[in-house]
């Protein structure tokens, strides 16, 4: 029923700035993690920023200082404001969300992903 609709990537010259956005629609509870994911072409996917319903946030290395993942205004949604972008920032961008269920003592993960939206760093 939850579905993940990613804005915003584009391309752009070296040091330019982009902005993602990413949106869940039916699905009316709280989604405990987001994040962003990335794949380039021949690498294998990989973990970017994620940020969880109380705000707190984590950032792969290579991106620290330059990415910023936050809320939305509207309820399950994320941003990620990207700066300073380098050629090696090129991949398809993926929006990541998961809930997590306890029911009669069973925990449950339920993960969900949106289409990729891709993200172009060239001169």
């Known amino acids: 029923q939850v579905q993940l609709v990613e804005s915003g990537g584009g391309s752009v010259q070296p040091g330019g700035s982009l902005r993602l956005s990413c949106a869940a629609s039916g699905w009316i509870f709280t989604l405990d993690v987001m994040g962003w994911y990335r794949q380039a072409p021949g690498k294998q996917r990989e973990l970017v920023a994620t940020?969880?319903?109380?705000?707190?946030?984590n950032y792969t290395d290579s991106v620290k200082g330059r990415f910023t993942i936050s809320r939305g205004n509207a309820k399950n949604t994320i941003s990620l404001q990207m700066n300073s972008l380098k050629s090696e920032d090129t991949a398809v961008y993926y929006c990541?969300?998961?809930?997590?269920?306890?029911?009669?003592?069973?925990?449950?993960?339920?993960?969900?992903w949106g289409q990729g939206t891709q993200v172009t760093v060239t001169s």
């Open positions: 990541n969300a998961i809930r997590r269920t306890v029911n009669a003592g069973v925990r449950n993960e339920y993960d969900y």
């Open positions: 940020i969880t319903s109380s705000g707190s946030t």
